[in-house]
């Protein structure tokens, strides 16, 4: 199985930076997207940022310009660089991968275990 651990998270200011990083462990066969999901308290749970195999990217609106995804492939590692941090930014923020451990299992998403991010004003 895969295992997904974020670290990064914390207290910022608004306006500051954070960046979150997501290892991977476990049986990996293949990894198609990476993505980074968040969770205010109240609201539903969110697409952030997205990355795929051939590194694409997609962010919502509310990010873009001020996120940055990437990936490692070589170390299966997910990252979001965050500036220009806001208050309402404030929320859990989990990585996703949609993969596969090992050959002919089917493509399923593995979630981390989410790391806080919480922006004052």
């Known amino acids: 199985q895969v295992q997904l651990v974020e670290s990064g998270g914390g207290l910022v200011q608004a306006g500051g930076s954070l960046r979150l990083s997501c290892a991977a462990s476990?049986?990996?066969?293949?990894?198609?997207?990476m993505d980074w999901y968040r969770q205010a308290p109240g609201k539903q749970r969110e697409l952030v940022a997205a990355?795929?195999?051939?590194?694409?990217?997609n962010y919502a609106d509310s990010v873009k310009g001020r996120f940055t995804i990437s990936r490692d492939n070589a170390q299966n590692t997910l990252y979001l660089q965050m500036n220009s941090l806001k208050p309402e930014d404030t929320a859990v923020y989990y990585c996703?991968?949609?993969?596969?451990?090992?050959?002919?299992?089917?493509?399923?998403?593995?979630w981390g275990q989410g790391t806080q991010v919480t922006v004052s004003s």
């Open positions: 476990g049986s990996i066969f293949s990894i198609n997207s």
């Open positions: 996703a991968y949609m993969a596969t451990p090992a050959w002919g299992t089917p493509l399923r998403y593995y």
């Open positions: 990355i795929t195999s051939g590194s694409s990217t």
